[in-house]
Nanobody, 122 residues
Framework: VQLVESGGGLVQAGDSLRLSCVVSGRTISSYGMGWFRQAPGKEREFVGTISWGGGSTDYTDSVKGRFTISRDNAKNTVYLQMNNLKPEDTAVYYC????????????????WGQGTQVTVSS
């Protein structure tokens, strides 16, 4: 199973980005999907997760109301729409897949992408 993120870049505060995570090797319809991020010198941080059917989402408090996770199982793709970006959102963003329900615990994810850099300037 391979996960490939894309869509990162350098933006200004207040801008938007949409990250994509394309999964190959297995259908994602039975996987909970999550997004995590890691800034330099900091630990990996949970961003959000979406259940296998897309009916349930969960976000860390700092992104609630600004970030939205969605999924298109037909395209084997998960998205992270990020609006009103802030400098503190700067990090490498990773998507991950878990055979269980979506969770905030990174260790419960089975597969990871290589990450995509998001840099937000003030």
């Amino acid at each position: 199973v391979q996960l490939v993120e894309s869509g990162g870049g350098l933006v200004q505060a207040g801008d938007s980005l949409r990250l994509s995570c394309v999964v190959s090797g297995r259908t994602i319809s039975s996987y909970g999907m999550g997004w995590f991020r890691q800034a330099p010198g900091k630990e990996r941080e949970f961003v959000g997760t979406i259940s296998w059917g897309g009916g349930s989402t969960d976000y860390t408090d700092s992104v609630k109301g600004r970030f939205t996770i969605s999924r298109d199982n037909a395209k084997n793709t998960v998205y992270l729409q990020m609006n009103n970006l802030k400098p503190e959102d700067t990090a490498v963003y990773y998507c991950a897949a878990t055979s269980g329900y979506g969770t905030r615990i990174w260790a419960r994810y089975d597969y990871w992408g290589q990450g995509t850099q998001v840099t937000v300037s003030s």
